[in-house]
DNA sequence: CTGATCGCCGATCAAAAAGGTCGCACTCAC
DNA sequence: GTGAGTGCGACCTTTTTGATCGGCGATCAG
């Protein structure tokens, strides 16, 4: 339940890797290409090109052609959030369809629905969570997260 | 992008419904069956079925066979929270898999995984959230819901 | 210019999950 | 005891996901 799907891991994981590239070391910055992180993760290389590929067209990451091509954050990790990301690959997200359905002939229920309110107070609060945590986040020095750290994401969402 | 199934859905209605019978008019608190419930919100009326066993057979709902049968909750609506529902309907909820497998040998990506930890917060914290809601929370005053009510629905879980 | 190396795009296939349906078994009212 | 009204469990169909293949265009080194 609730679960990321494959390509959002693998995006999710190559964005972290490519950031990291990027930025970690100044002196070794450069252009990663998909062999390098599908290798380096045991991904399967033409599944995480075609994520990555839906990344450049949403404008996460700009690619570059050619031998010694590769992609590039296309802004900076700090301006890269866990939403957008997820957004970009998997399509708008909601815990509901009827949040952001055109045509309201989809739910039936709707009329008499009563757990819609509920709901949209828990997708928002989702969205806000993860709409604060950036790329740069997941690289960050936060080796180790124990769980007394629930706390500091509860102050998030409010 | 997590999407709630429409059991899941389903579930919440139906578990809502059982509630405001039960407890809404003392006078006329009753059992109700899965018939009544599928009709009010047009729901196919197996599926609906199903959802309601599962319910039953986790201890959220006790089932009453025979005519004149069908479910009570087992417990006061103030202590079944939704993060409970959701798993009792989908299993076990988590973000990614890693968290909770038996067999580490499922993740490929373990060993190298820089995404693990960032992720392990935000599925507390929407665990949280989802643990600190209850079938109780859901059937407050509010009968009809405008898109405005967004604010209102914030409040409600404070 | 030419070849090697990359990203890009579309089609295809298998596996898994979700959604929905069917017939059987139990229970209670009469 | 009987049968209507239940819950119950196995089953099938559709959709989604994950993964793979083949060909194309761009880019750079030599």
Redesign the pocket.
């Known amino acids: 339940m609730l679960k990321l799907?494959?390509?959002a891991d693998y995006g999710l994981m190559a964005l972290q890797y490519i950031a990291s590239v990027q930025y970690g070391d100044v002196a070794r910055a450069r252009i990663v290409?998909?062999?390098e992180i599908a290798e380096e993760y045991h991904i399967?290389l033409?599944?995480l090109?075609?994520v990555?590929?839906t990344l450049?067209?949403q404008g996460i990451v700009e690619?570059?052609?050619?031998?010694?091509?590769?992609?590039l954050l296309a802004r900076h990790a700090k301006h890269i959030t866990i939403a957008q990301v997820l957004e970009a690959i998997?399509g708008p997200l909601g815990i509901a369809d009827c949040y952001h359905d055109k045509d309201s002939s989809a739910c039936l229920q709707r009329e008499h629905c009563n757990i819609r309110t509920p709901l949209l107070k828990v997708q928002s609060s989702i969205y806000q969570l993860l709409n604060s945590m950036t790329v740069e986040d997941m690289m960050g020095g936060t080796p180790l997260i124990t769980v007394q750290s629930i706390t500091t994401a509860e102050g998030v969402a409010r």
Request: glycine fraction near 12%.
């Open positions: 799907s494959k390509k290409n998909t062999k399967p033409e599944l090109a075609k990555l590929q450049a067209k690619s570059q052609n050619g031998p010694k091509g590769g992609y998997e």
